[in-house]
């Protein structure tokens, strides 16, 4: 039921460079991918025990440091708001004490609470052998959003931000409308020329002009100039 809730409608079985690896040991593994065709996300589930996060040799192990950031909880509120100010300051704390991307998944399950807490828990148990995934940060959020944030919300956003001008903001407010936006339309973030010239196409008339004489290919160098 989880998996045709989030669209899943394929379990193929697949070859990673990890079957090199159960080779050399006696211990079978067997590896599968789903696949979420209105999300175009892969994920990729081994029958392996995931490992804790790895700890940082001369300093305190990234679990410490990370709950010494005193890090939100999610409980599962029917609130895109408040999911993604979740995704938000998590994200921030993993800027904040360097977190490597291998352990972001974990560290940020931890403090999934009650009804979040309860829907991990059943896709570990019930999709994945041994209680393990291994997926990325970014197929993470995926999943998150198409379990929290209704699908309705989700194309209100995504037309919210293909329709997004700077009219009245500043250019920071904006930039930073327009990035947390962005996160509904991946087809055109993925792209950063894409999204460059998304966003160059919704300033003011007169930054627009000026912008668009230097064919900018990266948003940081049209956020650059348009704030000069």
């Known amino acids: 039921p989880w998996l045709q809730e989030v669209g899943v409608v394929e379990r193929r079985p697949v070859r990673t460079s990890r079957d090199v690896m159960s080779r050399q040991s006696n211990r079978p593994q067997h590896h599968e991918a789903l696949y979420f065709p209105h999300r175009h996300l892969w994920i990729t ?11 940082d040799h001369g300093g305190p192990p990234i679990m410490e440091r990370f709950k010494r950031m005193t890090p939100p909880s999610f409980k599962g509120e029917s609130d895109p708001l408040m999911e993604e100010s979740w995704l938000r300051e998590t994200e921030k704390i993993f800027r904040a004490i360097r977190c490597p991307d291998e352990d972001k998944v974990t560290l940020a399950t931890y403090m999934l609470q009650e009804r979040a807490d309860v829907w991990w828990s059943s896709l570990l148990l019930t999709h ?39 009219g009245s903001m500043t250019m920071l407010e904006y930039e930073a409308r327009f990035s947390e936006l962005s996160k509904y339309a991946p087809h055109i973030i993925e792209d950063e020329r894409r999204k460059t010239k998304k966003f160059m196409m919704g300033l003011k008339p007169s930054l627009r002009t000026r912008l668009v004489a230097f064919d900018h290919r990266t948003l940081d160098e049209a956020l650059s100039t348009a704030c000069r």
């Open 128 to 166: 994945f052998e041994d209680g393990a995934v291994d997926v990325t940060w970014d197929a993470f959020v995926r999943l998150f959003r198409a379990k929290f944030v209704p699908e309705h919300i989700q194309d209100k956003m995504e037309q919210e931000f293909l329709s997004l001008t700077q």
């Open 45 to 55: 589930e081994y029958s392996c025990k995931a490992q804790a996060p790895a700890q």
